[in-house]
């Protein structure tokens, strides 16, 4: 890859900062999605645990998620 040179033959610099929160775009603060597959995977429960406690994902009969303490 070529580089540019300045005037004083040192290499170019360029900024890597990230932009500032405030300017970032609204898709940065989307939640992540995970597919009920992937955390299940095999099983139709799985335990979580949160704030020293254990929670419970389960996948219904009717093919819907509930998670209880």
Partial sequence: MSQTLSAS???TRVST???SPATDS????APRRISSATLMG???AIEIEHGGRV???RITQLN???LTA
């Avoid at 609204?26 to 603060?29: D, E, V």
Wanted: cysteine-free; proline content about 16%; overall charge positive.
């Fill in 9 to 11: 033959n040192a290499p």
């Fill in 42 to 44: 095999e099983g139709r």
């Fill in 26 to 29: 609204p898709q940065a603060h």
């Fill in 64 to 66: 819907k998620l509930i």
């Fill in 55 to 57: 929670y419970q994902l």
């Fill in 17 to 19: 900062t990230s932009p």
